[in-house]
């Protein structure tokens, strides 16, 4: 049987740092600064999977690219579907929408589907609905009840998908894990969650920094291509057992490097073979994809041994010094010696 939520002890409230300054400096539509309301019962898994996405991407860049926010109707911590309590940085109606990019609305499994008065008449103030909307699980239903997201499409949770088909006919339902339209994006699920918010920074930042933030968090999910699905032009295509032993070749090999000609001699195919596959199956070239393997591999090594910077760009196949802080640089933004003092 069911017990009804009990009020949260002290032990069981579950804190995050404090919600930081909305970031400023960003490109025209860039979500960067994101808010979550917290309904009793909201699933926990659905909000730390899209939260873990802004803090990796922020550990990553070593710099404040997002920011978020909690918030709750009273302000009070509100309790989630697994008993635990997140706190809330303050309660809805003090939100100053001016400082937002996207509001996101979080649901769950025994969320009350009937939205408060006070959240429906925050969704349709003019302020609100110049900014992006998002929904979690069946977050949506709060959007939906607003009148806010009216022919747009959108996804909610297996469960809920007759019942909300049969209310709100103007809203194109898909069948998906998540879906992300022209200002909403909504999941059904706590993994479609974390997805879903690298997704939405793909444009910005590009594959090569999503696909940092995937390693780190997707690592026991890779795809048959070598990453998460959603980053793969060919998502459903098996790759071929060359382009596998291919892969596998740079990932054994990054101390002392095989050229392109070797690669190709070992997997028994040619080198414009290799190449056409690259670009086919991960949208990259031999030469870059070898490069991105050695640069996280450094990283790696930068955060988690005591190696001396010297030690570190020759096991990683860098031939000096400065050609490896280069590259480094170029390729996380910041110099490898920022990276060692930070962690």
Not at 12 to 32: I, M, S, Y
Not at 54 to 61: F, H, M, V
Not at 183 to 198: H, I, R, T, V
Request: net charge negative.
């Amino acid at each position: 049987m069911i017990q009804p939520p009990q009020p949260p002890s002290k032990e069981q409230l579950f804190t995050l740092d404090p919600a930081g300054a909305p970031v400023t400096n960003k490109l025209p539509g860039e979500l960067r600064n994101f808010c979550f309301l917290l309904q009793p019962n909201f699933s926990m898994m659905a909000l730390t999977s899209a939260i873990d996405a802004l803090r990796t991407a922020n550990l990553l860049s070593e710099e404040e690219l997002y920011t978020f926010r909690l918030v709750s109707l009273d302000g009070a911590a509100v309790c989630s579907d697994l008993g635990f309590s997140a706190m809330a940085d303050q309660a809805l109606e003090e939100l100053n929408v001016d400082h937002l990019d996207a509001f996101v609305v979080c649901g769950g499994l025994r969320v009350e589907l009937q939205t408060p008065p006070q959240i429906i008449r925050f969704l349709r103030q003019p302020e609100l609905r110049k900014k992006t909307l998002g929904s979690l699980w069946n977050g949506l239903f709060a959007l939906a009840h607003a009148g806010v997201i009216n022919d747009k499409k959108a996804v909610v949770h297996r469960s809920n998908r007759a019942s909300f088909r049969e209310t709100f006919a103007d809203i194109n339902l898909k069948d998906k894990a998540y879906v992300i339209d022209h200002q909403c994006f909504s999941c059904a699920g706590g993994n479609s969650a974390l997805d879903m918010m690298l997704e939405l920074m793909l444009e910005a930042r590009g594959k090569p920094f999503v696909r940092g933030i995937c390693d780190i968090l997707t690592c026991d999910r890779i795809s048959d291509t070598g990453e998460p699905a959603f980053l793969s032009d060919q998502a459903d295509t098996q790759l071929p057992k060359s382009l596998q032993d291919t892969i596998c070749l740079m990932q054994n090999n990054m101390e002392e490097m095989l050229s392109a000609e070797e690669i190709a001699s070992l997997v028994g195919i040619t080198r414009r073979q290799i190449e056409r596959q690259f670009q086919r199956y991960l949208g990259s070239t031999p030469t870059r994809y070898y490069l991105e393997l050695r640069l996280k591999r450094c990283h790696q090594l930068l955060t988690q041994t005591q190696l001396s910077m010297s030690d570190i760009s020759l096991a990683c196949g860098f031939v000096s010094y400065p050609h490896f802080s280069k590259c480094y640089r170029q390729y996380f933004e910041v110099t490898p010696s920022h990276t060692r003092r930070q962690s």
